[in-house]
């Protein structure tokens, strides 16, 4: 079974710092993806990473994805309030095929204060 | 592009009716359809999958008799609450994947439909 373990649950910080969340994963799979969840909002999609050593940058968000750890982080530099929301990873179906749906981390609940 | 779109946003019904929640792919064609249900402060479980013309597959725990799942055409799948009670409230979210647009928007998710059942 796949879990996907995200750590810190709950991050709060001041605007102008850099943090990391972590996402581990418990299986071989070479998809991971990062989404941004506001209050009562659907999910939007931050990044897609599919092969080892991926990484890719977004404003003052950065992802990367080390497969053979089965861990991706999310970075973020110098943070401002509007980042404040929750973000979750998930892992995908195995490369090859199949279809099933994404397996998601718990989230990270991150509140950015002034 | 890859939008899907998904109505009601929100839905307040008494328990023991039943409640049809739609998804529709706006600008592709979606064989497969994801369902997930979030409850307050938690994390997004899939509960089933659809293919179109096909039976859905259901999550372990996920009553198929209770949660069904009708994905009769290419564009739109539907999940009916059935007998809905208060423990049922929750926001359900549908998803997709569209191929072409995989690699750089990977699943599409739907603007989810929060139900309230009191």
């Known amino acids: 079974e796949l879990k996907v373990e995200q750590n810190p649950l709950f991050l709060s910080m001041q605007e102008g710092k850099n943090y990391t969340i972590y996402c581990n994963y418990s299986?071989?799979?070479?998809?991971l993806y990062w989404y941004r969840q506001d209050p009562g909002k659907s999910l939007e999609s931050l990044f897609v990473?599919?092969?080892?050593?991926a990484v890719k940058q977004e404003g003052r968000l950065m992802a990367s994805l080390d497969t053979k750890a089965r861990l991706s982080t999310l970075h973020i530099t110098a943070a401002v309030h509007d980042l404040s929301a929750t973000y979750f990873c998930?892992?995908?179906?195995?490369?090859?095929?199949?279809?099933?749906?994404?397996?998601f981390g718990k989230g990270t609940h991150l509140i950015i204060q002034p | 592009g890859a939008v899907v779109s998904q109505h009601p946003s929100w839905v307040i019904c008494k328990s023991g009716t039943s409640v049809k929640i739609e998804c529709r792919s706006l600008?592709?064609?979606?064989?497969?359809m994801f369902w997930y249900r979030q409850f307050p402060k938690q994390s997004l479980m899939l509960m089933a999958t659809?293919?179109?013309?096909?039976?859905?597959?259901?999550e372990q725990g996920v009553e198929k008799d209770k949660f069904l799942i009708n994905h009769a055409s290419l564009t739109l799948s539907t999940l009916t609450v059935t007998s809905a009670h208060p423990e049922d409230s929750s926001f359900y979210i549908c998803?997709?994947?569209?191929?072409?647009?995989?690699?750089?928007?990977?699943?599409?998710f739907g603007s989810g439909t929060r139900l309230t059942v009191v």
């Open positions: 998930a892992v995908g179906p195995y490369s090859g095929g199949g279809a099933d749906g994404l397996t």
């Open positions: 299986t071989t799979s070479d998809r």
């Open positions: 990473l599919l092969s080892n050593g």
């Open positions: 600008d592709f064609q979606a064989t497969t």
């Open positions: 659809s293919n179109e013309g096909s039976k859905a597959t259901y």
């Open positions: 998803s997709t994947k569209a191929s072409r647009a995989l690699v750089r928007y990977g699943y599409t």
